[in-house]
């Protein structure tokens, strides 16, 4: 409150009165920990109204009216706001993918973001046992046309929205890639309507994970000390930077189940030189987690370890990353689809062989699953 009254000219008590007046026109406030924080959209609309009452002596119903009208020029100049997507992916299993996914999820919730935590290991999700739910509809209904994305969001973790994949539903592990772009456009409508869309795929470098990554804002690699973990994860990042449509922009790594910084640091510095060296790429670290047993309880429990044990090294890692994203992605404005980039060139990769507009949408004209990208004698030497 202080910054914006030195901004602006106002009397804090001034700004609270007009907080309470014109609560409807002001900008939303972000929440962050135990504070509400007023955007520097709100501080823009707290000057003028200082410019109005001072320099204009108008009254409060004139600047109301004045506020409708700047609201209504600037919705006509700026196309709707999107909600970032966030991949968190992994070469491997068993690197905590989903509990990182899970419980990030969970602490930009609790700071006022709108999140919806998106499953997308299909065949084998996870994400509805570790948040102790039981979802009533799954990605299923949705892949078969008895539900829209929508129908599907179960309540979760403190309200947290949650889409849950299937559990050992073959048809849903082997969707064919046209049924899987169904999905992502489907997905579209949630990118619409949340502030942060975070997917969890599945471990590894299928189609059923590429084609997700390459619609993410950026993709969260998880990695761990082992060794098969770091070269997983740079196949992972190879796959997907080989492709000429739709590719990944920003990979950001999070070191996890290490002892420290130290490890961390050079954990990255190990992976990252390798990316810069033969894929002409560089990655963002977005810092690491401990290995710490308050993992393995909260799983147990059955509930984010980020509610069973708030207080513990790996929460405050959590919300270290969170501060991260917050920094780095979340503040900036977004006005194109990143997953209707990807639908779009699933239409021009249509019409480049062939397929008549009629059959786009029903049936794909080869599954073109990425196979291991193979890795030559000095990548493996990570």
């Not at 504070?35 to 959209?41: D, G, Y």
């Not at 889409?163 to 579209?188: D, K, M, T």
């Not at 047993?293 to 509610?307: D, I």
């Amino acid at each position: 409150m202080s910054e914006v009254a030195a901004l602006t000219g106002l009397e804090q008590s001034s700004i609270q009165y007009y907080e309470r007046v014109f609560a409807d026109l002001l900008p939303a406030k972000v929440y962050r920990a135990d504070q509400s924080l007023f955007l520097p959209e709100a501080v823009d609309v707290f000057r003028c109204i200082q410019h109005w009452t001072s320099a204009k002596a108008l009254s409060s119903e004139e600047i109301r009216s004045l506020l409708q009208v700047q609201r209504r020029s600037q919705e006509k100049k700026e196309p709707p706001r999107l909600g970032k997507v966030i991949g968190v992916t992994s070469g491997k299993g068993g690197v905590g993918k989903s509990n990182v996914a899970l419980n990030l999820s969970l602490e930009l919730h609790k700071r006022g973001y709108r999140v919806v935590l998106f499953d997308a290991d299909l065949g084998t999700a996870n994400l509805h046992i570790l948040s102790g739910i039981t979802p009533s509809r799954t990605l299923y209904d949705v892949t078969h046309g008895t539900a829209g994305i929508a129908d599907v969001i179960t309540e979760g973790p403190e309200g947290l929205g949650l889409v849950a994949g299937g559990s050992g539903i073959c048809q849903l592990a082997n969707l064919p890639r046209h049924r899987r772009f169904y999905l992502i456009s489907e997905l579209e409508k949630l990118e619409q309507c949340v502030d942060v869309l975070v997917v969890d795929t599945a471990p590894g470098i299928s189609g059923q994970v590429t084609d997700f990554l390459r619609g993410t804002d950026l993709s969260l690699v998880m990695v761990t000390p082992d060794l098969t973990a770091i070269t997983d994860a740079y196949g992972l990042i190879k796959a997907l930077l080989a492709e000429t449509e739709g590719g990944v922009d920003r990979f950001g790594l999070m070191a996890n189940m290490v002892r420290g910084v130290r490890q961390a640091e050079n954990l990255f510095a190990r992976l990252s030189s390798c990316v810069r060296r033969f894929l002409d790429f560089d990655l963002e670290y977005m810092g690491h987690l401990v290995k710490d047993q308050a993992v393995t309880r909260a799983t147990e429990k059955r509930t984010p370890f980020l509610l069973s044990e708030p207080n513990s090294r790996v929460s405050k890692g959590i919300r270290l990353l969170a501060d991260t994203l917050e920094r780095r992605l979340l503040q900036a404005r977004k006005y194109r689809s990143s997953l209707g980039r990807l639908w779009d060139a699933w239409a021009r990769f249509t019409e480049s062989v062939g397929v008549p507009p009629a059959e786009r949408e029903g049936k794909s004209p080869r599954d073109n699953t990425l196979a291991p990208a193979g890795a030559t004698k000095e990548e493996v030497t990570l």
